[in-house]
């Protein structure tokens, strides 16, 4: 692989950063709303979609978090 390649898969790895702590970041404000919704509301049908946006987003990090350590393989 010739440094052209290189630099654009390193490239590729740092908006993988970006894209992780982004992700990361919405679903630590997500959970928070979740752990400071009234008692009242933890039955409802919005609290169970806030639960599974904050699954969701934390699949999506760890799949993110995969595709850039396959990346990083190809660079070793």
Request: charged share 35%; aromatic share 6%.
């Amino acid at each position: 692989m010739n440094e052209q390649k290189r630099k654009s898969l390193r490239q590729a790895v740092a908006f993988l950063d970006r894209a992780i702590t982004l992700v990361e970041s919405v679903g630590d404000l997500e959970q928070d709303a979740i752990d400071n919704m009234p008692e009242s509301f933890q039955m409802s049908e919005r609290y169970e979609r806030m639960e599974s946006a904050v699954d969701f987003l934390s699949d999506a990090a760890e799949r993110l978090e995969e595709a850039k350590e396959y990346i990083q393989s190809a660079l070793a």
